[in-house]
């Protein structure tokens, strides 16, 4: 599950929101509250004098007290002032008139009618300030809940950045500080545990990795020279037949070639190795002709024409194996889609096309024609899928740039920007 926003975000939100929820359902619940014990206490007060105006009233149509105002009148009329309430029924009733709150209570008897007033413009003014009150909790709880947040959610995230910032600085190699005894043990600590064993695997395996590649480079450079010095050791032979010659150049040219690829593989295996090891500097159009030479001579018996076009001659800051090792891969595949036909590549001053008359990539495979292991629908010759993903790999590690695409015409195109 992916997030948006940050744990630290995500902490300090939570609290203001918690707040506020918090905070509204108090203040509801007190208002609520307040609202109907204020109902409550005016009906039993108000309705109660009432009823005792009705019994004690002797004759007297209007009676005052501190508070309140009681009236009787007959049925069907109102106290002066107020003939409005004459449409109200029995009962408790709250009105506004000339700028004073009532709370009216009404009763009816024997064909009399009974009204009692009580001004509660003071309560009202006073329910108005407690609300004012209620909000301003409201506010302050935010406000607090707020800054909580903030302060909480340093502290919960200073550890997590701690570890974030030693871990980017820790190096994998074999002997290297454990992280966990310099946090709590607490879920941070066991985050730190977890990476220090991950640490130790990775030691372990890089380890491994430059054993391998030591190893390797090792046991194929004792084959690969043994090859080198008999062709080498054929070719100045003068005894050696005419018709050897040629096979023994191209044995030479094989050994050498593969010796320049083992070392680029090798060094695509290594993390944060210099390439100035494998040479610096490579004539791109001298080693495409060597490498067109080469592939010409395979394709004897197949109806392929390969051709060569050397617009510039451009020079790159780059090992020369690797170069080459770009240009055999995509030729290899520009091949493997085409049974007839011709191959083309076009050098020019910035960049490398080989283009090919074959069936075209399917427009599903070119989305994942460099994985490794991906091999597209219409190739007509058996592999693994590897020499692409190893291309994209040494224009990845040079910075360059490599895209295939297939023509609506059909065929297929790939494009090496190389500057």
Same mark, same amino acid.
């Given at each position: *599950?992916?997030? @948006?926003?940050?744990?630290?975000?995500?902490?300090?939100?939570?609290?203001?929101?918690?707040?506020?929820?918090?905070?509204? !359902?108090?203040?509801?619940?007190?208002?609520?509250?307040?609202?109907?014990?204020?109902?409550?206490?005016?009906?039993?007060?108000?309705?109660?004098?009432?009823?005792?105006?009705?019994?004690?009233?002797?004759?007297?149509?209007?009676?005052?007290?501190?508070?309140?105002?009681?009236?009787?009148?007959?049925?069907?009329?109102?106290?002066?002032?107020?003939?409005?309430?004459?449409?109200?029924?029995?009962?408790?009733?709250?009105?506004?008139?000339?700028?004073?709150?009532?709370?009216?209570?009404?009763?009816?008897?024997?064909?009399?009618?009974?009204?009692?007033?009580?001004?509660?413009?003071?309560?009202?003014?006073?329910?108005?300030?407690?609300?004012?009150?209620?909000?301003?909790?409201?506010?302050?709880?935010?406000?607090?809940?707020?800054?909580?947040?903030?302060?909480?959610?340093?502290?919960?995230?200073?550890?997590?950045?701690?570890?974030?910032?030693?871990?980017?600085?820790?190096? =994998?190699?074999?002997?290297?500080?454990? +992280?966990? @005894?310099?946090?709590?043990?607490?879920?941070?600590? &066991?985050?730190?545990?977890?990476?220090?064993?991950?640490?130790?695997?990775?030691?372990?395996?890089?380890?491994?990795?430059?054993?391998?590649? /030591?190893?390797?480079?090792?046991?194929?450079?004792?084959? !690969?020279?043994?090859?080198?010095?008999?062709?080498?050791?054929? +070719?100045?032979?003068?005894?050696? =037949?005419?018709?050897?010659?040629?096979?023994?150049?191209?044995? *030479?040219?094989?050994?050498?070639? *593969?010796?320049?690829?083992?070392?680029?593989?090798?060094?695509?295996?290594?993390?944060?190795?210099?390439?100035?090891?494998?040479?610096?500097?490579?004539?791109?159009?001298?080693?495409?002709?060597?490498?067109?030479? &080469?592939?010409?001579?395979?394709?004897?018996?197949?109806?392929?024409? +390969?051709?060569?076009?050397?617009?510039?001659?451009?020079?790159?800051?780059?090992?020369? /194996?690797?170069?080459?090792?770009?240009?055999?891969?995509?030729?290899? &595949?520009?091949?493997?889609?085409?049974?007839?036909?011709?191959?083309?590549?076009?050098?020019?001053?910035?960049?490398?096309?080989?283009?090919?008359?074959?069936?075209?990539?399917?427009?599903?495979?070119?989305?994942?024609?460099?994985?490794?292991?991906?091999?597209?629908?219409?190739?007509?010759?058996?592999?693994?899928?590897?020499? !692409?993903?190893?291309?994209?790999?040494?224009?990845?590690?040079?910075?360059?740039?490599?895209?295939?695409?297939?023509?609506?015409?059909?065929?297929?195109?790939?494009?090496?920007?190389?500057?």
């Amino acid at each position: *599950m992916s997030y @948006r926003h940050s744990l630290r975000t995500r902490l300090i939100l939570s609290y203001p929101l918690l707040g506020a929820i918090v905070g509204l !359902l108090l203040a509801g619940l007190l208002f609520f509250a307040l609202e109907s014990l204020e109902r409550q206490l005016m009906n039993a007060y108000v309705m109660g004098d009432l009823q005792h105006f009705m019994d004690n009233t002797n004759g007297v149509t209007e009676m005052h007290s501190a508070h309140w105002v009681a009236y009787r009148t007959p049925t069907g009329e109102a106290p002066s002032g107020f003939k409005f309430l004459a449409d109200l029924e029995s009962g408790l009733h709250e009105i506004a008139h000339k700028g004073r709150e009532y709370d009216v209570g009404i009763a009816e008897r024997a064909g009399e009618r009974f009204y009692l007033l009580f001004d509660d413009t003071q309560l009202e003014q006073h329910e108005q300030i407690f609300t004012l009150l209620l909000a301003g909790i409201f506010l302050v709880t935010t406000f607090a809940a707020t800054w909580f947040g903030f302060w909480l959610s340093r502290r919960v995230i200073r550890p997590i950045k701690d570890l974030a910032q030693r871990v980017q600085a820790t190096e =994998p190699k074999a002997e290297s500080k454990p +992280l966990a @005894r310099e946090f709590a043990n607490d879920e941070v600590g &066991n985050l730190a545990a977890a990476f220090d064993a991950y640490q130790d695997r990775l030691a372990a395996f890089i380890c491994r990795e430059r054993e391998f590649t /030591a190893d390797a480079s090792h046991e194929l450079r004792s084959p !690969l020279a043994v090859i080198q010095a008999t062709a080498e050791g054929m +070719l100045t032979n003068s005894a050696l =037949p005419s018709a050897l010659r040629p096979k023994a150049e191209r044995i *030479m040219r094989a050994a050498e070639g *593969m010796a320049g690829t083992l070392e680029v593989l090798l060094w695509l295996a290594r993390e944060k190795v210099e390439s100035s090891s494998l040479g610096n500097w490579t004539d791109l159009a001298s080693e495409l002709e060597r490498l067109v030479v &080469n592939r010409r001579e395979s394709l004897a018996g197949r109806p392929i024409e +390969l051709d060569l076009d050397l617009r510039a001659n451009p020079k790159l800051m780059a090992p020369p /194996a690797a170069a080459i090792m770009v240009v055999d891969n995509l030729l290899r &595949n520009a091949l493997a889609y085409t049974t007839e036909g011709h191959v083309r590549i076009l050098l020019e001053e910035d960049r490398l096309l080989v283009e090919d008359s074959g069936p075209g990539i399917a427009a599903a495979d070119l989305q994942r024609i460099f994985e490794r292991g991906k091999r597209g629908a219409n190739v007509k010759r058996s592999g693994r899928g590897l020499g !692409l993903a190893i291309a994209s790999r040494l224009c990845e590690r040079f910075g360059w740039s490599l895209r295939l695409e297939s023509p609506t015409d059909g065929g297929g195109r790939a494009e090496w920007r190389f500057r």
